[in-house]
């Protein structure tokens, strides 16, 4: 008996997603031997939250659901926290701690700056003043979501010699990334960066790299490269290291991320329940 960590990934269409998720989760394992992990997704996967949390339940006196996600929209702020509501009813025994989302993080923005380079480098190391980056996220229907991408922009811009950091989605709001590239092509940017704020793998990645190839064609003026994802790395350990630490305690941490927010329930009633591809 004690505390099993439940990872909460989003989840993909894509298995290699959901598999990159799993690595993920055995890549933390082996540096945290003593501890149970296990996994669970919030769609499009076999093992959902009701399942994950009742299985982390079982010989457990704690259980910590930590998502493995960037931004919080709706998924962070109501359907987990719900599925949360219930597994305590159901496991009364047992105490459940809802620990933070990646969020912004500094880590997060030096493995989005290393992506970045490597695209650089891809170019042959054009001069990041006619460089233009786009920051490319998910989109949600969920306001604060969508400026915390526009917040890490800022902070790739602030951090880099690029003259011109943008961002686009990928689906649900915008700009979208053609509308982008126009921009940064009329703006005479010779190269242009694509940098997904993706942790793994799945059908919009896949996506973005037709785009990519199709928008190269479009504007053969321009060089544009995609940069890779942001993948399986210590960064990543060492954010879920930290947010494990604040829902246990040993760390200082900012308010659980809805977790008995009174402002839930007068959300919920205009939430939308969009369902994202993964």
């Known amino acids: 008996m004690g505390d099993t960590i439940l990872l909460i990934g989003h989840g993909s269409r894509e298995e290699e997603g959901n598999q990159e998720i799993e690595d993920f989760a055995d890549y933390w394992r082996n540096k945290r031997p003593d501890d149970r992990i296990e996994v669970c997704f919030i769609e499009f996967a076999d093992v959902l939250l009701d399942e994950g949390l009742d299985r982390a339940a079982k010989n457990s006196t704690r259980v910590i659901a930590l998502p493995l996600i960037i931004n919080a929209a709706g998924h962070v702020k109501m359907e987990i926290p719900e599925h949360i509501k219930k597994a305590r009813i159901n496991h009364p025994q047992v105490e459940f701690i809802y620990a933070r989302h990646i969020g912004c ?19 042959a190391m054009p001069d990041p003043k006619n460089t233009g980056v786009i920051l490319l996220g998910r989109g949600s229907s969920d306001r604060s979501a969508n400026s915390e991408v526009a917040k890490m922009s800022r902070w790739v811009y602030e951090t880099t010699r690029h003259d011109i950091v943008e961002y686009a989605f990928t689906g649900v709001t915008y700009p979208r990334l053609e509308t982008m590239v126009q921009r940064m092509a009329k703006l005479g940017m010779m190269q242009v960066v694509v940098l997904p704020y993706y942790l793994f793998t799945g059908k919009l990645i896949k996506r973005i790299t037709k785009q990519v190839e199709r928008l190269q064609g479009q504007y053969p003026q321009v060089a544009i490269a995609q940069a890779g994802y942001l993948g399986i790395n210590d960064r990543i350990v060492e954010i879920m290291d930290q947010r494990l630490a604040e829902a246990q305690g040993e760390q200082p941490t900012h308010m659980m991320e809805c977790d008995g927010c009174k402002f839930r329930e007068i959300a919920e009633a205009h939430v939308d329940h969009h369902h994202h591809d993964g």
Not at 112 to 123: D, E, I, N, P, T
């Open 105 to 123: 993080d500094d880590h997060i923005l030096k493995l989005l700056r290393m992506r970045l380079h490597s695209a650089m480098v891809s170019l």
